[in-house]
């Protein structure tokens, strides 16, 4: 299933996406459903949504096809995909599905299967769930036979009990924090005052009504983070928060009202868990600050490929607790098997309560490196023909494979690759002087677009 392309849905083991209704609709997510209960072949899969208005629809055909094959749905309605996750780990099933595309706009949306234990499916199970999906010869039971739907709340009281034994609770509570947070209107809308009640902190909630539609793209970063900013600078708070569609992402506002990129996310969890473990693991195209961190916090952090299910299987391989990348995203084995936008905040505020700094000092001592990130759209056909040709121009250099090309020279990095989830390529240059990395960027930039 890994990088398999139709013409105009993305599929891969990262879900798969696309536009409502033109490539992902009624039909294909019941086909997709009905192929991953073919797989499972019993038991219970748990099911949920973000907040996109084609949610519900694509859910409801993906119960009943998981009704036709006699297998029994525990619905979950709208809850944020780190949720579902978290409660697999704890109860463990016979899998899940998230209808959520993350950090995709509008109208985006996407499947996601989820395994017994709340992983991303890997790659062969990935590809077995596709080929029955294509054979389109699915399990059906008799009239008489066909499984139970079962609604279900989640227990956010256990998992804020869950997450508080994860961090210095008390300690926290004591640093009496002010929070802005924005849920974009998203799957974390309902929870947003009870974590900080449960926490101690003050909270100011903004865009936290699922009715209403996202207030700016659900991709977290300073490029959307004006609001969080003012509100900040204005109820002199300590910090703000953004989150993706479904929570799986968080990116941060100091309390000068500064936005902070996503890429910043990661490195403040590492520096939180030094002393609590020993090595993490990370993605070959994460920001070197990440490796800043890593030093500051006694941690050995080895990369792998881009993708939650890329980073938490070296984790399992290699019994790494800690995981994370670029993308405002972290996981902590012990607590919950995948990104958690929520893990990421708890974990800040137990920095920040540790060393009694503002987010701005924490901030300040990142040393000084300048990225550009660029989304070139390019059609699927074309894709890997270009990547081809980027690996003849750079051959001398030697690049990194690992994930797309990846060229590290002494004061600059760069790396190009196809999304996984957008039918787009994706670049991320970096490095100590503004001047060089606009010029490699706009190289670049010249040599895919021709």
């Known amino acids: 299933m890994e990088g398999i392309m139709t013409p105009r849905l993305r599929i891969n083991i990262s879900g798969i996406r696309g536009v409502v209704p033109e490539a992902l609709n009624v039909e294909v997510a019941a086909r997709l459903a009905a192929a991953y209960a073919t797989y499972l072949e019993k038991g219970e899969i748990l099911v949920c949504r973000d907040t996109r208005e084609t949610g519900l629809m694509l859910q409801m055909a993906i119960c009943a096809s998981i009704q036709a094959a006699g297998l029994t749905v525990i619905d979950y309605g709208q809850l944020p995909t780190p949720f579902l996750q978290f409660e697999l780990q704890r109860r463990p099933r016979a899998g899940g599905i998230?209808?959520?595309?993350?950090?995709?706009?509008?109208?985006?949306?996407?499947?996601?299967?989820?395994n017994e234990r709340g992983r991303y499916l890997e790659s062969n199970e990935g590809a077995e769930v596709f080929n029955i999906y294509e054979a389109n010869q699915f399990q059906l039971v008799p009239w008489n036979k066909i499984g139970q739907r079962r609604r279900e709340e989640f227990d956010f009281g256990r998992y804020l009990q869950s997450l508080g034994r994860e961090v210095n609770l008390a300690e926290i509570r004591r640093a009496r924090f002010k929070i802005v947070l924005d849920a974009c209107n998203g799957a974390a809308s309902p929870y947003l005052e009870s974590f900080c009640e449960f926490f101690g902190c003050e909270c100011v909630p903004l865009n936290n009504d699922p009715a209403k539609p996202f207030p700016h793209p659900p991709e977290p970063g300073p490029v959307v983070s004006a609001q969080v900013e003012a509100v900040v600078k204005a109820t002199r708070a300590d910090l703000g928060v953004l989150f993706n569609s479904d929570a799986s992402r968080a990116s941060f506002v100091d309390e000068q009202g500064?936005?902070?990129?996503?890429?910043?996310t990661f490195p403040l969890c590492l520096l939180s868990r030094q002393g609590k473990t020993e090595e993490a693991v990370t993605t070959v195209v994460t920001s070197r600050w990440a490796d800043w961190a890593a030093q500051e916090a006694d941690l050995r952090l080895l990369r792998t490929r881009v993708g939650q299910s890329a980073v938490v299987q070296m984790m399992a391989a290699t019994g790494v607790l800690l995981g994370g990348e670029g993308s405002g995203s972290v996981v902590w084995q012990p607590f919950s098997p995948g990104y958690d936008g929520w893990l990421a905040l708890a974990f800040l505020l137990e920095l920040m309560s540790r060393t009694g700094e503002k987010l701005s000092q924490l901030v300040s001592k990142f040393p000084p490196l300048v990225f550009k990130k660029l989304k070139i759209d390019v059609a699927p056909e074309?894709?890997?023909?270009?990547?081809?040709?980027?690996e003849k121009e750079f051959a001398a250099a030697k690049p990194d494979l690992t994930d797309g090309l990846t060229i590290v020279q002494p004061k600059i990095w760069f790396n190009v690759r196809p999304s996984s989830t957008e039918f787009i390529l994706r670049v991320f240059v970096e490095g100590e002087e503004a001047r060089e990395v606009e010029e490699t960027a706009a190289k670049l930039e010249e040599i895919l677009r021709q």
Do not use: C, T
């Not at 074309?382 to 980027?390: A, Q, V």
């Open 258 to 264: 500064q936005g902070l990129s996503e890429e910043m």
């Open 98 to 114: 998230v209808v959520s595309a993350g950090h995709n706009p509008l109208p985006w949306n996407a499947i996601i299967f989820l």
């Open 382 to 390: 074309k894709m890997y023909r270009l990547m081809d040709r980027l």
